[in-house]
């Protein structure tokens, strides 16, 4: 059986955000039991209970982990031992690799990363805490439209290529060709096809074609409008400047992919000025009558 959970549905700095007093935020904080709260955007793939793979690191995991059981160590196995057994990284965003140091307590762990992407990591002395030990730590170089399994699973994994550059942190490090710096993810398994694309810039026509064919789809729903930031924040850019395609208007997610009926569609990723986060708005209403789901923390997926 094929198990897909959602850790963490928010964006970065979570919900609701720290240094934020928005009328969104604030309602989180004043009725959690309505506005749930949610932890940054983490996934967790598994058809085995002793083999599970994350898909990408947050800045929240290690409350992620000692949040969903299954990720616990178990005492039969020793005093040390996880059931994590991999992380596939999608990009070198500080919200997908952060929580990598909260893994660093001298546990073997393979990650699934393009070569661009490792060197980003391997640029930063942090990430050294990672190999105190020989053995420590273990990479697997993927490549866009290149399958492979991950681990002993039976699970396959293609990464496909999304628009997108490297962080700005990481912006003196030169890129080895296109699909390197964002990738997105087709998951197959007992003949469940998923995409996890918590990133879309466009809809492209070959996004278009993977999504076609998938059972359920993870989508980018970090901003509801192109404009939305500046209601909180003046002056700042549009959603789609930033590398998101907003969740409304004709040239929306909802509108561009209304044509492709019979599958799931969750939005993930998304940002504390979101109206969707409150499930009495009008956009959560827009979001459910067009068939989406807003994927919350605990969400799962099993087939």
């Known amino acids: 059986m094929l198990h897909f959970r959602l850790l963490g549905t928010a964006a970065g700095g979570g919900f609701p955000q720290w240094n934020c ?7 989180s904080r004043a009725e959690p039991e309505t506005v749930s709260p949610r932890l940054q955007l983490q996934a967790a793939v598994w058809n085995s209970p002793d083999a599970i793979f994350l898909l990408n690191a947050s800045p929240d995991l290690r409350f992620q982990i000692e949040a969903n059981a299954e990720l616990h160590p178990r005492s039969n196995r020793g005093s040390r031992n996880t059931p994590i057994q991999g992380i596939v990284l999608t990009t070198a965003d500080l919200d997908q690799i952060l929580g990598l140091l909260l893994l660093r307590e001298f546990q073997p762990l393979t990650l699934y990363a393009t070569a661009l992407v490792r060197r980003v990591l391997e ?3 942090f990430f050294r805490m990672l190999e105190r030990v020989p053995n420590q730590l ?6 866009a439209g290149v399958p492979f399994v991950l681990g002993m699973s039976d699970i396959v994994c ?3 290529e999304m628009a997108g550059e490297l962080p700005l942190y990481a912006r003196e490090i030169s890129s080895s060709g296109p699909g390197q710096a964002s990738l997105g993810l087709l998951l197959e398994s007992h003949g469940m096809r998923i995409a996890y694309t918590p990133a879309v810039p466009a809809i492209t026509d070959s996004l278009r074609t993977i999504y076609a064919n998938c059972d359920t789809i993870f989508v980018d ?3 509801w409008s192109d404009q939305e930031l500046s209601k909180t924040h003046a002056g700042t850019p549009t959603a789609q400047a930033i590398g998101h395609l907003p969740m409304s208007g004709k040239d929306g997610t909802i ?3 209304s044509d492709l009926p019979g599958l799931q569609k969750v939005f ?3 940002n504390n000025t979101n109206p969707v986060l409150d499930p009495r708005s009008g956009a959560y209403s827009a979001v459910a009558e067009a068939g989406w789901t807003i ?7 099993r087939r």
Do not use: Y
């Open 21 to 27: 007093a928005c009328a969104i935020c604030a309602s």
């Open 138 to 143: 273990s990479w697997v170089e993927i490549q």
């Open 158 to 160: 293609t990464p496909f």
């Open 123 to 125: 640029a930063n002395s």
């Open 295 to 301: 994927g919350h923390d605990g969400w799962e997926l």
């Open 268 to 270: 993930v990723h998304l």
């Open 255 to 257: 509108a561009l992919l």
């Open 221 to 223: 729903g970090t901003f």
